[in-house]
């Protein structure tokens, strides 16, 4: 049995986005293939799992004896990193020493790290095991800033952990063409692996979560589900929405998410003269997700960088069409999907019109896009997983 110490920064329910539920969905899915993973997160939560051991990294006793190698930093830094006292980095920082005194006491044979904020875990693990690294990129800091304003620091901690890595898994060629581009890595190095989707089970009508009254007298649902961030280009979803009222008012828009923007948005959302027309839910889970996926008749992906989106492949699992920016990972998969440039809103608003009106495409983008995503699971993705693992591990035996 290969054992697999795994690296992640959250996991459902104690979840923000889309990196929670792929980490999720993957280790269930390598569980199921006889292969014994070591979850480790970074704070104890509230959750169990039958599938996977989890270790909480702050629950382990740590003799603060070893400033060396890859993690250095002045005192002033190295006492703040100590004391967890909530800002990121040091929290990143304590992680990366944590990690260590975790390897040192586990039994494995390779270490997979899921984005930038385990990259120095993955590396103290390796430094101390000598055991090979596996990155697994779901996002950079180039998505999450829409290229701009770029965080040197994160940068750096990407780029390192990249350098450091044996193999690297992208989430798509988009997300692998940013990865040889911007931090200068080796396409030979980097295995795309799409991610997945569950299979849907029927979801009886017991949500709290009532969308009846919305559809009445013929009224539409365009739904947006996620982080509300620049990245996510909600602000384009607004800007569409506006125009979209123009020519067919019967139709509610769906915010359901939270993000720092959210403040920014409501009051954007306010100064188009839609407020009575847009619907913020916060953001849902389970049952309630999966009701909103499943009433809605179109759900729309507008984001300016996207190095996948499994939002998307849930909504098409509900038998929900959906319209994606051409700027995301999962657009290089589907081609029973709409599809735009994030900033062309005119055509995004020619699109949602075309749903709208003519139920013949909604039905035959549901139908088809169903059918497609379903051949993305995370038994696939898995499959593919367990390849590269075989790779490192003869390399790292040669």
């Not at 975790?102 to 039994?107: L, V």
């Not at 270490?111 to 693990?125: C, N, R, S, V």
């Not at 509900?318 to 994606?324: A, D, K, Q, S, W």
């Amino acid at each position: 049995m290969t054992k697999v110490l795994m690296f992640g920064w959250e996991f459902p329910p104690f979840n923000s986005g889309g990196l929670g539920v792929a980490c999720y969905g993957l280790s269930k899915a390598l569980s199921q293939k006889n292969f014994q993973i070591t979850f480790v997160l970074p704070k104890k939560v509230p959750i169990e799992s039958n599938f996977i051991k989890i270790i909480f990294a702050d629950s382990t006793n740590l003799d603060i004896k070893f400033m060396s190698g890859y993690i250095t930093a002045d005192d002033h830094k190295q006492k703040k990193a100590l004391g967890f006292d909530g800002d990121l980095f040091s929290q990143v920082y304590k992680y990366g020493l944590l990690a260590r005194e975790i390897a040192k006491s586990t039994e494995f044979d390779l270490i997979h790290a899921h984005d930038w904020l385990t990259f120095q875990a993955g590396i103290e693990a390796k430094r101390v095991s000598k055991k090979p690294l596996i990155v697994h990129v779901h996002a950079t800091e180039f998505d999450r800033t829409g290229g701009k304003n770029i965080n040197p620091r994160v940068y750096e901690i990407e780029k390192i952990g990249l350098e450091s890595a044996d193999k690297i898994i992208a989430v798509s060629n988009f997300t692998k063409k940013i990865i040889t581009e911007q931090y200068e890595i080796s396409p030979d190095k980097i295995k795309v692996i799409h991610n997945g989707v569950e299979k849907v089970e029927h979801i009886e009508n017991k949500s709290e979560l009532d969308l009846s009254k919305l559809k009445q007298n013929g009224a539409k649902i365009v739904l947006f589900v996620g982080r509300i961030t620049l990245q996510k280009g909600v602000d384009y979803f607004l800007k569409a929405a506006q125009k979209v009222l123009q020519f067919y008012p019967k139709v509610y828009f769906i915010i359901a998410g939270s993000g720092d923007m959210e403040g920014q948005i409501i009051q954007q959302t306010a100064s188009l003269g839609i407020s009575d027309k847009v619907f913020f839910v916060g953001f849902l889970r389970g049952e309630m997700l999966a009701k909103i996926y499943q009433a809605a008749d179109l759900f729309i992906m507008p984001s300016v960088s996207e190095p996948f989106g499994i939002s998307t492949l849930e909504s098409l699992a509900y038998g929900t069409p959906v319209l994606i920016s051409k700027q995301s990972g999962v657009s290089e998969i589907l081609s029973h999907a709409l599809k735009t440039d994030f900033w062309d809103v005119d055509e995004m608003v020619n699109k949602i019109l075309a749903v709208l009106n003519f139920n013949s495409l909604k039905s035959c983008l549901a139908s088809n896009g169903q059918k497609q995503a379903m051949q993305f699971t995370w038994n696939k993705a898995a499959n593919e997983c367990i390849e590269l693992y075989k790779e490192v591990l003869l390399n790292s035996y040669a």
